[in-house]
């Protein structure tokens, strides 16, 4: 590939996906295919949260059809991250560049790999790259051999600072396995600030635009760390954070990839805010994706996380004054805009915006119920409206808090936060306590 004569700066999200796969497969990676955002062979978890995720088996030594060199885009969601988004790096969905070495090579190859990519296909400045390595600890020795590669690449040994096992190491999935200390690629998107900083102590500053991971040792039984015979490579980088930068884009919302999704909730909305059209775009974004592989909202599980973004994202455009039913929309320009790259987001449309508008409709009337019962009781109160009450309308109308403490403050009444956390609680005691007696019961009898 003529890594020259990439327009790096004018990149689409279309682009991008493209000129990746094509630089993995001019370095002689297979492209393996877009896994399904439900893991297959791993119940324990919900939803595929990295790029490594649906390949554990083959970084545990089983061989892959492939071979031992490969590179994907995958779509991932990360539910621990829905209280992230908002700012200007965290999605619950977004997709992930990886590239594998299944015991092919090492350490050298695999950060040139990144390097070049970064600085020669994207044209990304080398001068606001910042790096981390592991610090070593007593179970393995400080990652100086990563840190020289970068320092042969061009990376000053100012911008490399050497971080412990909490940031700079991966694994076991376990207690025993595979593990291995990484080195972490930062982007500065402030770089007239301070000099010197720690890129992981400032994320707002340094934006993590990558992390390749060095499988290579076993943690055993005995807690000891015994190297492996063979280097197993781990790459995910991470697509919006680096097409939101090649884009000059102050977040990924006001790249093209977000863009026409924003602007339908600018539009729908009339008291647009900014932090609440984040949360509506990227809930309404991840929520298509999860309803795509066939999952319907419900109380547990993938069911629930569905709800979740779902209430979330009707939430936040209620109070930005939307009224009626908005997700299906929001839907419809997901799959337009990303329905070439996600072909099984066109199949599933009708569905997906079927299941939408049960959804919201179900938690439209919730709203409604709710609002009228706390006019009603709401009126008794001169000040302060007690906590068991705000749990009532929790517990009993499905009320969001928010929404309580949101509609007080417009009537000059404060919340009892503390005394709805003691409600809370004491229901959640209660019901613990009467599980324990029909389990209890039920032994019983038998
Ligand atoms: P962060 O510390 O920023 O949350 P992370 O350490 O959780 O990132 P990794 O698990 O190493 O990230 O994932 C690999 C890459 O995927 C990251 O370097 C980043 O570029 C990207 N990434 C991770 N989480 C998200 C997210 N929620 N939204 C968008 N991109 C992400
Ligand atoms: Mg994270």
């Known amino acids: 590939m003529k890594t020259g004569k990439v327009d790096a700066g004018n990149l689409t999200a279309e682009q991008l996906r493209k000129v990746y796969l094509e630089y993995m497969a001019a370095e002689k990676h297979a492209i393996i295919g877009n896994a399904s955002l439900i893991p297959e062979h791993d119940p324990s978890v919900l939803f595929t949260t990295a790029g490594m995720h649906p390949l554990v088996p083959f970084l545990l030594g089983e061989p892959h059809p492939a071979g031992p060199r490969l590179a994907n885009v995958q779509k991932c969601l990360r539910t621990v991250d829905i209280m992230e988004v908002g700012d200007d790096v965290h999605l619950t969905f977004f997709e992930m560049l990886g590239y594998w070495s299944l015991g092919d090579y090492g350490k050298r190859e695999a950060i040139r790999l990144a390097h070049t990519f970064f600085t020669r296909v994207l044209r990304l400045d080398p001068a606001r790259l910042s790096i981390t390595c592991f610090a070593g600890d007593e179970d ?154 066939g999952v319907t909202p419900g109380n547990s599980d993938r069911p629930y996380i569905a709800r979740r973004l779902i209430r979330r994202a009707v939430r936040y455009g209620h109070e930005m004054g939307i009224e009626g039913p908005f997700l299906a929309r929001l839907a419809a320009t997901v799959v337009e805009t990303m329905g070439d790259a996600y072909p099984h987001l066109v199949e ?57 403490q949101e509609l007080a403050a417009q009537q000059g009444l404060a919340v009892d936060m503390d005394g709805f956390q003691r409600a809370f609680q004491a229901h959640r005691e209660k019901s613990r306590r009467g599980a324990a007696e029909r389990f209890r019961g039920g032994l019983a009898s038998q």
Request: with cysteine.
């Open 140 to 293: 393995a020795p400080r990652d100086e051999p990563a840190a020289a590669i970068w320092q042969s690449l061009g990376i000053p040994p100012e911008r490399i600072t050497y971080l412990p096992k909490e940031e700079n190491w991966w694994g076991p999935v376990a207690v025993t396995g595979p593990c291995g200390p990484d080195t972490e690629i930062f982007y500065d998107v402030d770089p007239a600030g301070p000099a010197g900083a720690n890129p992981a102590a400032d994320p707002g500053r340094f934006w993590e635009i990558g992390n390749v991971v060095f499988i290579q040792y076993d943690r055993e039984e005995n807690g000891r760390y015994r190297r492996l015979p063979e280097l197993m490579v781990d790459t995910g980088l991470g697509f919006e954070r680096i097409l939101t930068i090649l884009q000059g884009a102050p977040s990924p919302y006001e790249t093209g990839l977000f863009r026409p999704l924003v602007s339908e909730v600018e539009t729908l909305a009339p008291a647009p805010e900014p932090f609440g059209v984040r949360v509506v775009a990227d809930h309404a974004r991840a929520a298509t994706f999860i309803l795509a592989e």
């Open 348 to 404: 599933a449309q009708d569905q997906i915006r079927a299941l939408l508008q049960t959804e919201e409709q179900k938690f439209q009337r919730t709203l409604r119920r709710g609002r009228a019962e706390f006019e009603r009781v709401a009126a008794q109160y001169d000040n302060r409206l007690p906590g068991d009450v705000a749990f009532k309308l929790y517990d009993t109308y499905g009320f969001p808090i928010e929404l309580t």
